[in-house]
């Protein structure tokens, strides 16, 4: 990475650090509902970014190490606004619901736990992921509840370039070679079961009318503007069974476990460590 990029990623991180911190320390504390529906939020970018890192010092060209590398920065930084508001309700720190909670505990979508495969199975979920995130914040801007306004407005940003970025590769890959075609082909058929999992009206939506996002509205408009990316890549939209289950209630894809002993060895061996 070249040092413009690293200060460019520093002053990232910082920014996330300031927000985060701005959100522990206003004095703003959530309902025991709206922690539940952050918690689920903050759990879904944390998982993505998790997977994302991977593919730091392996992608296809160094651009995309960088890329990849800052699309996952992105999604950890969500996180941490997510998990910090969550945490007020409980008193817990971003770091106690991130590194101290046993798999079960976690509420991610099993979309952002599935394995990068090849990089065109990894342009196949970001482009269902960054899709469905670029609908569920331009809505959740409207919350009433002002900290998920702010934290959605922020989100939004990062999100419209994840979106950008995804789109880009499906149509290069997509009307590139048939080999690159039949690779993001197959990876669109491996994340496809997963999607109606986004557009589940999970537990406290109803508790929080205006206040949460209701999943089922957003996905009229997620599939227009996918199918039309998908087809305009000369691609095919998978029809495939959908995947089991769905409710956030604790039920997991095989990959959480895995995710989460890399993510919180290190915490878990050195509680309250600091550098």
């Known amino acids: 990475m070249s040092y413009a990029s690293f200060e460019s990623a520093t002053r990232?991180?910082?920014?996330?650090?300031?927000i985060a911190e701005d959100i522990a320390t206003s004095g703003v504390q959530a309902s025991e509902a709206v922690a539940r529906y952050a918690l689920a939020l903050g759990d879904d970018a944390l998982m993505l970014g998790q997977r994302l890192a991977h593919w730091i010092s392996r992608a296809p060209e160094l651009e995309e190490d960088i890329a990849l590398g800052n699309i996952a920065l992105d999604l950890i930084g969500h996180a941490r606004f997510f998990l910090t508001y969550a945490g007020t309700a409980w008193g817990k720190t971003e770091d106690d619901l991130a590194y101290f909670r046993d798999e079960e505990e976690f509420r991610s979508v099993r979309?952002?736990?599935?394995?990068?495969?090849?990089?065109?199975?990894?342009?196949a979920?970001?482009?269902?992921?960054?899709?469905?995130?670029?609908?569920?914040?331009?809505?959740?801007?409207?919350?009433?509840?002002?900290?998920l306004a702010a934290i959605a407005a922020k989100a939004l940003k990062e999100v419209e370039y994840?979106?950008?970025?995804?789109?880009?590769?499906?149509?290069?890959?997509?009307?590139?070679?048939?080999e690159a075609n039949r690779r993001l082909?197959?990876?669109?058929?491996?994340?496809?079961p997963y999607i109606d999992e986004l557009f589940y009206n999970f537990e406290p939506v109803a508790e929080l009318p205006g206040v949460a996002?209701?999943?089922?509205?957003?996905?009229a408009r997620f599939e227009e503007r996918l199918h039309a990316t998908i087809a305009e890549a000369q691609l095919q939209v998978p029809d495939v069974?959908?995947?089991?289950?769905?409710?956030?209630?604790?039920?997991?894809?095989?990959?959480r476990g895995h995710i989460l002993t890399e993510l919180q060895v290190l915490a878990r061996a050195h509680p309250g460590a600091t550098w």
């Open 162 to 178: 994840h979106q950008d970025h995804a789109t880009a590769w499906a149509l290069r890959l997509g009307i590139g070679t048939e």
């Open 213 to 219: 996002v209701v999943p089922s509205t957003l996905r």
């Open 125 to 147: 979920r970001q482009l269902i992921f960054s899709y469905y995130q670029y609908e569920l914040y331009t809505e959740l801007m409207k919350s009433e509840d002002p900290t």
């Open 111 to 123: 979309l952002a736990e599935q394995e990068n495969g090849d990089f065109g199975q990894t342009i």
């Open 241 to 255: 069974p959908q995947a089991r289950g769905g409710d956030r209630s604790g039920a997991m894809s095989e990959h």
């Open 12 to 18: 990232h991180s910082e920014g996330e650090s300031i």
């Open 185 to 192: 082909q197959e990876g669109l058929y491996y994340m496809w």
